[in-house]
């Protein structure tokens, strides 16, 4: 069965400065990857999707990439503000990664 | 519009007893899941609804755990004989369609259950 791993530890980013949180995923490539965002205590909201033949995928400050060749999708967040601080979720289906925890600091 | 709601918001039952947690989905959503997250960990896959078909029931963790979706609409998971390990937050999403469509999943605000 699928597997997606993310970083559990913790991220310590500057803010303004460019965050990049990792997914990698076992067995087969996923038709697509999703992104979300949890805050403590509150359901994760959805924030991106990304489709096994893009490459790249841009709203706003967020970037997502996706490399089938690592087996790996790529989630940034350029100009980090403090209110960027939750943890993000990398899902393919109902599969979903631990998540990375990303502290933005003043 | 109104989102995915979850009742109640916080369960404290004793071990042995039986419970039942509520979703009411998105208007219109024909896909429905049910999670549950244990403290630092991540989403637990539980069950998935899609229209009229038969329910994946692939991720319940024992016959203790059952789940219907009345209507197309409204669901409840219910618990038997509950015990301390089955404390968790049970989150509950719906979207416009299966994950074969590649639809983000909106998610409620959970249920927290306390086992004592």
């Known amino acids: 069965s699928q597997k997606i791993e993310q970083n559990s530890e913790a991220l310590n980013i500057q803010e303004g400065k460019t965050a990049t949180l990792t997914c990698n995923y076992t067995?087969?490539?996923?038709?697509?990857l999703q992104w979300y965002r949890q805050d403590p205590g509150r359901g994760p909201v959805f924030l991106l999707l990304?489709?096994?033949?893009?490459k790249e995928k841009r709203k706003e400050r967020l970037k997502v990439t996706f490399d089938t060749t690592l087996k790996q999708s790529l989630f940034h967040i350029t100009a980090s503000q403090p209110a960027d601080s939750a943890t993000y979720l990398c899902?393919?289906?109902?599969?979903f990664g631990k998540g990375t925890h990303l502290i933005i600091q003043p | 519009g109104a989102g995915v709601s979850q009742s109640p918001s916080n369960k404290v039952t004793e071990k042995g007893k039986d419970v039942e947690l509520r979703c009411d989905p998105i208007?219109?959503?024909?896909?429905l899941y049910w999670y549950r997250q244990s403290l630092g960990q991540g989403l637990e896959f539980l069950i998935y609804?899609?229209?009229?078909?038969?329910?994946?029931k692939s991720g319940l963790p024992s016959d203790r755990f059952s789940a219907e979706r009345t209507g197309g609409s409204v669901s409840t998971l219910t618990i038997q004989r509950t015990q301390q390990e089955d404390s968790a937050v049970y989150l509950c999403?719906?979207?416009?369609?299966?994950?074969?469509?590649?639809?983000?999943?909106?998610f409620g605000p959970g249920t927290r259950l306390t086992v004592t």
């Open positions: 999403a719906s979207s416009p369609a299966g994950t074969g469509s590649s639809y983000e999943q909106y």
């Open positions: 067995n087969y490539s996923p038709a697509y």
């Open positions: 208007s219109g959503h024909t896909a």
């Open positions: 990304i489709r096994e033949n893009e």
């Open positions: 609804f899609q229209g009229n078909s038969a329910p994946d």
């Open positions: 899902a393919s289906g109902f599969t």
